[in-house]
């Protein structure tokens, strides 16, 4: 790939949303299991953390493509190393994948935290309109196929339930957006060409999804076929490729000084992306379709911001923020089973005041899940970077 560039601010934003989400993710586990919680009770807390997915999902895009780019412009036969693209993803991606995949849906399940863990996943709590019995087994597999989004979706229209670690959904997402968007980098040489063809390919589904269920409210009127439709919906909101593409598109912009890139970064666009995001967080505003193209231009606008080098602050690019920004994969991989763990500790204590339970809870979780990452990240995810292609 091409020479690396590093992003100042980038790791900081990462871990600032990797704490979010963290913190959305206590007080959503607090609140399946009957524990005073802040979930559900402000318009903007869900709203926050699935835009922060949407915002890893948008630098994803700008930061991969930025790299795929500056090859593909370097070389003489404007393509670039598909092996060593799909080589630096798996040495990266998988083994901590992998590794969580058998904490969460081998090791806990078995462990003390069994009676906890199944408060939480494989019970329902959604309706449905046609309830489906589906294997666990079936659900592992999509997994183990890197479509946890896929087993989450399934799980929630036919089930009205969340699977093990079913936070894994946005991991699925980007492999899927790895998979193919090299391909469209290698085949087209005209880039105009290239976005023109990937949005199409993303939203097709979409301009079908709509017929189907056009032709299904007028003439089919089955339940069944409005369920594999809304099916379908939730596998399309989790997987959100049109996020990532609209990072490429910013990308494209950025390392070809392309002449919207300087509207962009006009400070008065940026204040009204930041102004017009919290607005909309505010009002709780989030929807499977359109609102989280919204969301991504929003980031997007505020990543090209981030790129100014006279932008340094050290709340974002100072040492230690950055090393913890640069973990975050295992921070957002880890967190979920370490919450799970805290409150399984806490009620082992008999902690009973609601104070000392929040604060035992959220001190250990965000602790503890920064301890794990950083020595998964030395000791274990390292280890297998070094396997990754040269050329």
């Known amino acids: 790939m091409a020479d690396k560039k590093y992003f100042h601010n980038f790791n900081g934003v990462r871990l600032y949303l990797a704490c979010y989400v963290l913190l959305f993710h206590i007080e959503e586990i607090k609140y399946v299991l009957h524990y005073p919680s802040l979930y559900r009770q402000y318009k903007f807390f869900e709203p926050l953390a699935t835009s922060s997915i949407t915002m890893f999902f948008t630098m994803s895009g700008f930061l991969i493509s930025y790299f795929l780019f500056s090859e593909k412009m370097k070389s ?10 799909y080589s630096s993803r798996v040495t990266r991606i998988w083994p901590l994948y992998f590794l969580c995949f ?22 329902k ?19 183990v196929l890197l479509l946890p989004q896929l087993a989450g979706a399934i799980a929630y229209t036919f089930q009205g339930m969340v699977v093990y670690a079913g936070h894994f959904w946005s991991i699925g997402s980007e492999e899927l957006f790895y998979l193919f968007w090299p391909l469209f980098v290698n085949k087209f040489k005209s880039y105009r060409k290239m976005f023109k063809y990937a949005f199409f390919a993303v939203y097709i589904w979409y301009v079908l999804l709509i017929v189907l269920l056009i032709i299904n409210k007028l003439f089919i009127k089955s339940s069944f076929m409005m369920s594999i439709l809304a099916g379908t919906l939730s596998f399309l909101y989790l997987t959100r490729l049109y996020c990532m593409l609209i990072g490429c598109a910013f990308a494209y912009m950025y390392i070809t000084d392309h002449r919207y890139l300087h509207f962009f970064k006009k400070n008065s666009v940026v204040a009204i992306s930041v102004i017009t995001m919290v607005i909309m967080l505010a009002f709780g505003i989030d929807a499977p ?40 994969y295992g921070v957002y991989l880890y967190h979920v089973i370490i919450i799970i763990l ?26 503890l899940t920064f301890i794990v990452a950083h020595f998964s990240y030395t000791y274990f995810e390292s280890k297998f970077l070094r396997f990754k292609l040269k050329k």
Request: aromatic share 22%; hydrophobic share 50%; charged share 15%.
């Open 76 to 85: 003489a036969e404007s393509k670039i190393s598909l092996p060593r693209f």
């Open 102 to 123: 058998i904490i969460y849906w081998i090791i806990a399940p078995n462990s003390f935290l069994h009676t906890t863990y199944h408060e939480i996943y494989f019970t």
């Open 125 to 143: 709590f959604f309706p449905t309109l046609n309830e489906v019995a589906i294997p666990k087994l079936a659900y592992g597999g999509l997994f």
């Open 289 to 328: 379709i359109v609102v989280h193209e919204i969301y991504s231009l929003q980031w997007a606008v505020i990543i090209l911001y981030l790129t100014r080098e006279d932008i340094r602050h050290k709340w974002l690019d100072s040492k230690w923020i950055s090393y913890f920004g640069s973990i975050t």
């Open 342 to 367: 805290m409150i399984v500790l806490a009620q082992y204590l008999q902690i009973k005041s609601t104070l000392y339970f929040n604060l035992f809870v959220y001190f250990f979780s965000f602790a």
